[in-house]
T-cell receptor, first 111, second 112 residues
Framework: NAGVTQTPKFQVLKTGQSMTLQCAQD?????MSWYRQDPGMGLRLIHY???????DQGEVPNGYNVSRSTTEDFPLRLLSAAPSQTSVYFC??????????FGQGTRLTVV | GESVGLHLPTLSVQEGDNSIINCAYS??????FIWYKQESGKGPQFIIDIRSNMDKRQGQRVTVLLNKTVKHLSLQIAATQPGDSAVYFCAESYTNAGKSTFGDGTTLTVKP
């Protein structure tokens, strides 16, 4: 199993550009989440999903969209990138009431 | 609202000593707690978990203690090694919740 795979690992965007961060898991986990981690900070939840076709907002959803068309994939879309979205983004998946498995992260810089 | 916080942002210990990392949570409905370790440049990795029907759970060199009365969680690392140097996060959730709430993390530094 590859676990949770995030692409790309690094990305530089200009203000106003849009892009999609990809996340895929091969563990048949129902739950998937996106977090952002700013320097010296913890993980803040952006969006999450409890199954295909179901998504919900987390703590900091503004400026981000998600969809969950399959169990395996949970892409995160930045609609119009802003410097405040410079961060490291982590995708995680898990089964209900168990620990999460995290990807290696996407380091995003918006200039 | 839900919040999970850590008492100390940094902890420095001597190699071979025991380490204790603390965590406070505020959601009394939380019944599942997890500790994660994050090494530099990597995603968090699961260390140990505990459910609210337990007070203590032991793993290899790690023990998690849960005090539901004061909503407090701790991670004890025995015989701390340089490889234990990382940021440690606690997280809390409740049955069938789609999300977990993370604390801000404690940076553990192990001095040789």
């Amino acid at each position: 199993n590859a676990g949770v795979t995030q692409t790309p690992k690094f990305q530089v965007l200009k203000t106003g550009q849009s892009m999609t961060l990809q996340c895929a898991q091969d563990m048949n986990h129902e739950y998937m989440s996106w977090y952002r981690q700013d320097p010296g900070m913890g993980l803040r939840l952006i969006h999450y999903s409890v199954g295909a076709g179901i998504t919900d907002q987390g703590e900091v959803p503004n400026g981000y969209n998600v969809s969950r068309s399959t169990t395996e994939d949970f892409p995160l879309r930045l609609l119009s990138a802003a410097p405040s979205q410079t961060s490291v983004y982590f995708c995680a998946s898990r089964k209900a009431n168990t620990e999460a498995f995290f990807g290696q992260g996407t380091r995003l810089t918006v200039v | 609202g839900e919040s999970v916080g850590l008492h100390l942002p940094t902890l420095s210990v001597q190699e071979g000593d025991n380490s204790i990392i603390n965590c406070a949570y505020s959601n009394s409905a939380s019944d599942y707690f997890i500790w994660y370790k994050q090494e530099s440049g990597k995603g968090p990795q699961f260390i140990i978990d505990i459910r609210s029907n337990m007070d203590k759970r032991q793993g290899q060199r790690v023990t998690v203690l849960l005090n539901k009365t004061v909503k407090h969680l701790s991670l004890q690392i025995a015989a701390t090694q340089p490889g234990d140097s990382a940021v440690y996060f606690c997280a809390e959730s409740y049955t069938n919740a789609g999300k977990s709430t993370f604390g801000d993390g404690t940076t553990l530094t192990v001095k040789p």
